[in-house]
């Protein structure tokens, strides 16, 4: 799998170029797919919790309390019947009972006494009050944001955090923008300002026309690494071999040997 921000060979002679700029970014479209994806997840996972601790957990209570009952009625009467007769209120009441256990195929399962906790702290606190307005924000806050990263054709970089012109740009950080995505502007004061191509579109212009100020022969205008000649040591001669030195001629006698 060849890495994003690695170049091909020939990449190196685009270093050279000038940046289009301005360079403006913007909210990177998987961000909006996922967050969308997280806050209809989060929202129907609340509205579950909530119709299972207000409906069908009280419900479940009480027909495994009516069936207990109905149960509980059936047994007294059964054992009254065996040393008197019934009465026809007594008889009624056995059959009303008994009607109620028919109800159910199998005796009702009552709740577990964790069920309304998880309903109410898991799903409707955890996925309605925090997940799903966390990720309706990221929807608001994500493009708001997205809008304040400019490179300016004066090489000056607007951020969040303010406007950095050229010479308040002491350093740019590429130590972790192979692995995550993330370069790091450090300023003239030392401030470190983190640029992500994760979350924002056309980073990776805006990262790569700085890296082009800094080190361009090591990064393209896309911030793409440029490949650098690997320096190999001379390996020492292997075990029975002579080295060059070595197996040259001695100089017949008389002979100087050059200089």
């Keep these: 799998m060849t890495d994003p921000h690695s170049s091909t ?48 957990i009280p419900e479940r209570e009480a027909d495994h309390a009516r069936f207990v009952e109905a149960k509980e009625t059936m047994e007294d009467l059964a054992a009254a019947a065996e040393t008197r007769t019934l009465t026809s209120e007594e008889t009624e009441a056995f059959l009303a009972a008994e009607a109620i256990t028919q109800e159910f195929a199998e005796p009702p399962v009552p709740p577990a006494a964790y069920d309304r906790a998880v309903q109410l702290w898991l799903y409707m606190v955890g996925c309605g009050v925090l997940g799903t307005p966390f990720f309706v924000w990221n929807l608001i806050v994500l493009p708001r944001t997205a809008a304040k990263w400019r490179l300016d054709e ?50 990776d212009r805006i990262i790569g026309a700085l890296a082009q100020r800094f080190e361009p022969d090591k990064w393209t205008l896309e911030a793409k690494a440029i490949p650098q000649p690997e320096v190999v040591a001379d390996a020492p001669p292997k075990e029975g071999e002579e080295s060059a030195e070595q197996s040259a001629p001695e100089p017949d006698a008389g002979e100087s040997r050059p200089t």
Aim: hydrophobic content about 45%.
């Design 9 to 56: 060979p020939d990449a190196a002679g685009d270093a050279n170029e000038s940046p289009r700029l301005p360079i403006a970014a913007a909210v990177q479209p998987r961000q909006i797919f996922w967050n969308v994806i997280y806050t209809v997840l989060c929202g129907g996972l609340a509205l579950w919790g909530a119709w299972d601790y207000f409906v069908t």
């Design 154 to 203: 004066d090489g000056s970089l607007s951020t969040p955090e303010g406007r950095l012109a050229p010479d308040e740009i002491a350093e740019l950080d590429m130590n972790r923008w192979m692995a995550k995505s993330i370069a790091t502007v450090v300023t003239a004061d030392g401030r470190r300002i983190a640029l992500d191509d994760y979350k924002f579109r056309n980073m």
